[in-house]
């Protein structure tokens, strides 16, 4: 069954989200570890998505209960918080709703910047990973790649992907809307802009602002590190030294080293309060670089993540029903495969039973007949029993989509004899957005009434 536990910016502060996704950065192997050491290994597969605003677990777990238990006890294991603090951080879904979930979440539908780009390529590279691992289910496969064209199709069919937005793009028209020049690529032009931090994020923005032609760029690493972005652009390489002379001088600060130390501080900006040109810095970092007290200074605007909001972001109500309109059709046909899958085991269980019964035939005649004659009719026989399984394999296909298989599987054994349970087909279950804890009271309450019944 289709499982899945989500925390992101939606449920936590950002500097918890921080914590949690800097913990969970190698979390594929603590979850195979507690599977291993679980009686009945409840998990057959997992993909993890861990990015700077989400941590998420998908899973394909045989039993409900007890795959969620792997999970958590793999969350304790890697991060060091207790039980009560991760029940009330993640949100579990199961069957359609877990699979709705990460289709929006790869379409963009599900970001502080809706509509952004680079998330597709953040839940590509969490498969990729997992592919490499090998960690992944065929359940598990169909489910990305169904979510991954399905945000493909989002990009380039809708109003809303041709936007093509990013996160970047959206902080730098804020951080230009601020200063008073309105919205659009080149409102940044002429603009002297510091950028804090050498990671992908801070990549992705001096990609943007060379885009725009900004040309007076400084970037900063508080670890010393050079960005690759300084010889790219041929941007300034700005030091220890020299951060403080750029911060004043600077028109717009974009932070995101996400190190959890004020690189921004009051004294850093000591000389500037007061200035006539206005100073704005977009803190992007999950872990804020901004110390206390830089907003109230004069003529300092500070705004973070949670200011990129839907308005802000340009995405209207039309562009996002457009979109919603594709993910929910992306759903349904991963459903319909989904469901397609209960009938597998059926399918593989009735080709053996008439493979079996050709294969008696057949060793039966070859104590009797040549061994030419015998190839012969096996070749013939062979025919038949592929004609023969066509319209029964297509009937349970059928039947699988529309929920029956156990009615298909009565009437198999009373029809054809074969006697099998239905175990091994995939379970589907839904379970709507929950508070993990939420879960796992309401699991511990049928529990207790199950007990109760049975004394």
Not at 115 to 133: K, M, P, S, W, Y
Not at 266 to 288: F, H, K
Not at 358 to 378: G, I, K, Q, Y
Request: with cysteine.
């Amino acid at each position: 069954m289709l499982l899945s536990l989500a925390a992101s910016h939606a449920e936590l502060p950002l500097g918890r989200l921080a914590d949690l996704s800097a913990a969970t950065a190698d979390f594929g192997a603590a979850l195979a570890e507690a599977n291993a050491a679980h009686d009945g290994v409840p998990l057959d597969g997992w993909v993890v998505l861990s990015t700077c605003n989400r941590v998420e677990i998908h899973v394909d777990a045989t039993l409900f209960h007890d795959g969620l238990d792997v999970v958590v006890e793999a969350l304790e294991q890697a991060t060091g918080w207790r039980r009560p603090e991760l029940t009330t951080s993640f949100q579990v879904r199961a069957g359609r709703p877990a699979a709705e979930h990460l289709f929006r979440v790869a379409s963009g539908l599900e970001s502080i910047v809706l509509g952004e780009a680079e998330i597709t390529g953040q839940v590509r590279a969490a498969f990729n990973d997992a592919l490499h691992e090998g960690s992944t289910t065929p359940m598990l496969n169909e489910l990305f790649q169904h979510s991954l064209r399905t945000a493909k199709r989002v990009s380039s069919a809708t109003s809303l992907g041709r936007a093509g937005r990013s996160s970047a793009e959206v902080v730098l028209d804020t951080a230009a809307a601020a200063l008073g020049g309105g919205s659009g690529a080149s409102t940044l032009a002429g603009r002297r802009v510091l950028v804090i931090g050498s990671g992908a994020y801070s990549r992705v923005v001096c990609a943007e602002l060379a885009l725009r032609r900004v040309n007076e760029v400084g970037v900063f690493s508080p670890s010393g590190r050079r960005s690759a972005s300084i010889d790219a652009y041929g941007y300034e390489h700005v030091t220890a030294e020299t951060v403080d002379e750029w911060m004043r001088a600077a028109d717009v600060i974009v932070t995101c080293s996400g190190q959890g130390v004020a690189t921004v501080t009051v004294e850093s900006l000591a000389g500037r309060e007061g200035a006539v040109r206005p100073l704005v810095v977009m803190d992007a970092a999950l872990q804020s670089d901004v110390a206390d007290g830089v907003a109230e200074l004069a003529g300092v605007q500070v705004l973070g993540l949670n200011s990129l909001a839907v308005g802000l972001s340009g995405v209207g109500d039309e562009a996002l029903a457009e979109a919603e309109v594709v993910v929910g059709d992306g759903v349904d046909r991963f459903e319909n495969r989904r469901r397609e899958r209960r009938a597998d085991p059926v399918i593989v269980r009735m080709r053996q039973y008439l493979r079996g019964i050709v294969d008696e035939e057949m060793a039966s005649l070859r104590t009797r007949l040549p061994e030419e004659t015998v190839a012969e009719v096996e070749r013939s026989v062979r025919r038949v029993y592929r004609k023969v399984l066509h319209t029964p394999t297509v009937n349970a296909h059928r039947h699988a989509q529309a929920g029956q298989t156990d009615e298909y599987l009565r009437a198999l054994h009373m029809v054809m004899g074969i006697d099998m349970d239905n175990r091994e087909a995939t379970a589907v279950i839904d379970t709507e957005k929950l508070p993990l804890d939420a879960v796992f009271s309401a699991v511990q309450q049928a529990e207790t009434g199950s007990e109760a019944e049975v004394s």
